[in-house]
């Protein structure tokens, strides 16, 4: 028997809607907002506003590209949470009328096991268990993946995290939003020879506070002694800051999976579609003997595909939810 899946992401700024079919994405569209480059960071209210436009035209996309007709879902997955609160609220309210609508059964999804489960939308897949570093702009942890439904956090940021430092560093230097995929950009053009402090952190815990501060403290004081210090040295700049918060993650990478002895190495979230931290993986691959996977960049940001891995797993074992579920802003799962 065939299983179809419609899944639905709303957790931040993006609106995305995707059809599975027995495991196989059929179609993964996202509706991107640019409002928020005007406010140099996401805005919860107009989020949510853009989700309540953009939602019923990208879950019609994803069905019309699946080319199957609502009729055939068999059940509706969603980002229940983490997430901004009003978006996810948009997102679990269209979820639980549609569903309401066909009769089908609902399925909440962790977007952070979402994340890891991204490994799944396509070939070639990790073996359990394997460690999965998942980096985003909200969170930076590593996952110990033992089966589809079974991850345990053994190690995450006790701040900030890394795709934070991405976007706050990109705000100091004058980029737009989101800085990360700019700051990536520019620093192909740069060399990292400034200097920035790794923070020495015990265990497999992260913080990315002080690298920015450290960072912001040395750009005062650059422009104090030359005010087109930024402009002059932008590609630079760019380059030692990737260099810093890719080594970071590397270095903590190593100590993991020297602590549990696995060699399926795996990297997810919007940070792994970093081409320095893509590149160090694989080269850490090649010199350790790891097993080493990254999703197409189509699975590493927001995206209803990776709802729809985890709602499909959810499904053969039969974990529903009805229809008086509300999002989480915070949820662990």
């Not at 068999?74 to 679990?92: H, K, M």
């Not at 089908?104 to 990790?126: C, K, S, T």
């Amino acid at each position: 028997m065939s299983i179809t899946i419609l899944s639905i992401e709303s957790s931040c700024d993006d609106t995305s809607a995707a059809i599975l079919r027995d495991g196989e994405v059929l179609s993964n569209c996202v509706a991107n907002q640019d409002a928020h480059r005007l406010y140099g960071g996401v805005v919860p209210e107009v989020a949510s506003r853009a989700h309540q436009i953009n939602i019923i035209p990208v879950v019609s996309l994803a069905i019309q590209k699946a080319g199957i007709d609502k009729r055939e879902i068999d059940a509706i997955a969603f980002t229940r949470g983490p997430g901004l609160i009003g978006s996810l609220l948009v997102g679990v309210s269209f979820a639980k009328a549609y569903a309401l609508s066909l009769g089908i059964p609902l399925i909440e999804v962790n977007h952070m096991q979402a994340h890891v489960l991204a490994h799944f939308a396509e070939p070639p897949y990790p073996s359990f268990p394997f460690l999965c570093l998942t980096v985003s702009g909200g969170h930076t942890q590593f996952v110990l993946v033992r089966d589809y439904l079974d991850m345990e956090v053994i190690g995450q940021s006790l701040d900030d995290a890394a795709g934070e430092a991405f976007d706050k560093t990109g705000k100091l230097l004058g980029l737009d939003y989101p800085a990360g995929p700019l700051i990536d950009k520019l620093a192909q053009q740069g060399q990292p020879i400034f200097d920035f402090p790794e923070p020495q952190i015990p265990g497999l815990g992260f913080s990315f506070s002080g690298l920015k501060t450290s960072i912001l403290y040395f750009l005062r004081q650059e422009k104090e002694k030359n005010p087109y210090f930024i402009e002059e040295n932008l590609p630079d700049i760019c380059a030692s800051v990737q260099e810093r918060i890719v080594s970071i993650l590397m270095n903590k990478l190593i100590r993991a999976a020297e602590q549990t002895g696995i060699r399926e190495i795996a990297i997810a979230g919007g940070v792994s579609a970093n081409s320095a931290l893509r590149a160090r993986l694989e080269q850490l691959g090649r010199e350790k003997g790891w097993r080493t996977y990254i999703p197409s960049f189509e699975f590493c940001t927001d995206n209803a595909g990776m709802i729809a891995v985890a709602g499909y797993y959810k499904y053969l074992k039969g974990e529903f939810v009805g229809q008086e579920v509300e999002p989480l802003a915070r949820w662990k799962g």
